[in-house]
Each structure stands twice: as structure tokens, then as C-alpha cells.
């Protein structure tokens, strides 16, 4: 039985396109990879989301390999968005597919939150300033 | 079995839903591992454990191609290569397979095979490579762990597990079917 999802030109090149990049990687050409895997991604999620419910190994299948293609490219929120709708449709998935897609959010989520509070000023000075004057007049008041 | 297999590498490139790139890629890795392992050579035996009476054959190499830096800088992608080629060749000559897909890093598997007979009504199967290229672990520790992987998950679609051990003289072939 051929897959007809599997059999479409898109699917190779999808199939290909990811390969170079891994290829890429192995080079440490950083920025083709991430180029490669943003248009693999691309091409996955297209044909993930096209697959009926009647399919979910191949709609998990395809939509892992382009969960995955989205999070190398350094894509993460786009990642977890394609992730949450095909878990949204969770009974087209395969136990294996559900499974994956859970624990790609969960990386991910973690990935982005580590990622904010890296980006995010550690103290803020005028906050700082607030409380001290606060601190001040309440000492000053309580003596 | 009606005579020894021949696994010829210089047919991985022309292979459906292969590539010209991934094939030539996977026929480079096989024989720089070959050669590092071994001698230079165009050939070599192996023998094939497939959990039943097992087969032997040859592996025929390709000359190493500009593939050849990535090979010599991380000697485990030589063996990954290497593993997925001669795996190919193992499932599609021994047990009837065709590649559907090469699956992308991280996602569990490494390539979407079927059945060639037309009447199959199998999606798909997954099918996972293992290679040994200087480590101590036996042929069938590595398959074993590799069937272990793959049990994980009880609705998948049947799957395969194959180990290439280039160590060895004759190079051992592992492969077991996982359901």
C-alpha cells in the first residue's frame, strides 16, 4: 500500500531539504541549517495538518518531523504552536504521536521560559528605589 | 535462501525516496568505517542474524567521496552512515522494503520503510539503525536495546530493528522485528 502523503513531491523534498540540514550542522554552518530546517518545517506542517484523522501514524509521523524541523530552525514558539493543534486534535494522533508532541511542548516551553528569564533585566533599579523610600518612611514613622 | 546476499553499497544513491545526496552520503559512511576499521579492500563478508537459521553475503564498497572530512573529524557519523546503509540494504533485499521517508533528527526513528509487494496493506513501518564502530558492545546487545526503544509505544505499526557491527571480521548484521 503506498502512502499518498508520503508520496508527494513535497514530502521528499521535505524528507531531503531536512537531511541537508543535518548535514549542515555537522559542518557547523549554523545558519544554512537553520534556513534548511525552517524550509523542511514548512513543507512538514503543510502536509502534517493535511492528513485525515483516519491516518494518525501518518499524521503523527509528519508531524513530529515538523515540530521537530521548526525547533532546530530555532523556532520554538512556532513549534509549540504547530505541536498544540495537532494535540488539539488529539484522537487523529497515535499514542506514540501524542506522546512525542507532549514531551516536545514540555522542552520547549522550558527552552522559552529559560530563554525569557535569561533576556529579562534580573532587578529593576526604580523598583529598587520604590521600596527603599518605602522602607525609609515606615522606619522613620514606626521610631 | 537461494545464495549469498550481495549488499551493494553503489546502489544506495539510486534507491526511491533516497537522494543522491543521503545515498551517497550513507555508501561513504559505510566504507570509511569499513576501511577504518579493517584495510583498504572492495569487499567484505558478513554474516546476518535475523533471529532465524540467519544468511551470509558481502558487502561491496564504494570509493569515499568528498563526504570523506565529515567522516574523518567525527568517526561516529561514519558509523551512523554506515549503519543506515548497510540496514537499507538489509531490509530491502531480506525482507521485501522500500524506503518511504528518511525521518528528520528527534523524532525516533530513522527512515518510514513498506513493503514493496503490492498487496500489503501496511502504512508504514518504522525502522531504526545501530552501528558499533569501536565500541565493546556485542551485535546483539545493541539490537536488543534497540528493540527494548522500540516497545515502548504498543499501538505503533510493526517495526525493525537492524545493528551493523563493523568491528568484526566477518562484519556481524543483526535485525529483529518489533510488533
Given amino acids: 500500500m503506498s502512502n499518498r502523503w508520503f508520496e508527494t513531491l513535497e514530502a521528499r523534498t521535505a524528507s531531503e531539504t531536512a537531511f541537508q540540514a543535518e548535514l549542515a550542522e555537522n559542518d ?116 | 535462501m537461494s545464495g549469498p546476499l550481495v549488499f551493494d553499497l553503489q546502489v544506495l544513491p539510486d534507491l526511491p525516496n533516497i537522494g543522491t545526496v543521503d545515498g551517497n552520503y550513507m555508501a561513504a559512511g559505510a566504507s570509511f568505517i569499513l576501511e577504518h576499521n579493517h584495510q583498504a579492500a572492495l569487499q567484505d563478508p558478513f554474516v546476518l542474524d535475523d533471529g532465524g537459521d540467519g544468511s551470509a553475503g558481502i558487502i561491496r564498497r564504494v570509493a569515499i567521496d568528498d563526504n570523506v572530512r565529515r567522516f574523518r573529524r567525527d568517526l561516529n557519523k561514519a558509523t551512523e552512515a554506515g549503519a543506515e546503509a548497510i540496514g537499507l540494504l538489509t531490509v530491502m533485499h531480506v525482507l521485501g522494503r522500500r524506503v518511504v521517508n528518511r525521518t528528520p533528527t528527534e523524532t525516533g526513528a530513522d527512515f518510514l520503510i513498506e513493503p514493496i509487494a503490492p498487496d500489503s496493506t501496511v502504512e508504514f513501518e518504522r525502522v531504526e539503525f545501530g552501528g558499533i564502530g569501536d565500541s565493546g558492545e556485542s551485535t546483539l546487545a545493541r539490537v536488543n536495546r534497540k528493540v527494548r526503544q522500540m516497545l515502548r509505544y504498543p499501538d505503533e505499526p510493526p517495526g525493525h530493528a537492524v545493528v551493523t557491527n563493523f568491528t568484526t571480521m566477518p562484519i556481524e548484521v543483526a535485525m529483529r522485528r518489533v510488533s
Fill in chain 1, 28 to 143: 557547523d554552518d549554523a545558519g544554512k541549517a537553520k534556513e534548511l530546517y525552517r524550509r523542511a518545517a514548512v513543507a512538514y506542517t503543510r502536509l502534517a495538518l493535511a492528513v485525515t484523522a483516519d491516518h494518525p501514524q501518518t499524521r503523527s509521523a509528519l508531524g513530529v518531523a515538523a515540530v521537530a524541523c521548526h525547533a532546530r530552525a530555532g523556532d520554538f514558539g512556532v513549534a509549540l504552536d504547530v505541536a498544540r493543534r495537532l494535540l488539539a486534535q488529539s484522537g487523529a494522533l497515535s499514542q506514540r504521536g501524542r506522546t512525542d508532541l507532549l514531551r516536545m511542548v514540555g522542552n520547549y516551553t522550558e527552552l522559552i521560559d529559560a530563554e525569557r528569564k535569561r533576556t529579562l533585566p534580573a532587578t529593576r533599579p526604580a523598583n529598587h528605589a520604590r521600596d527603599d523610600v518605602r522602607a525609609n518612611f515606615v522606619l522613620k514613622v514606626v521610631a
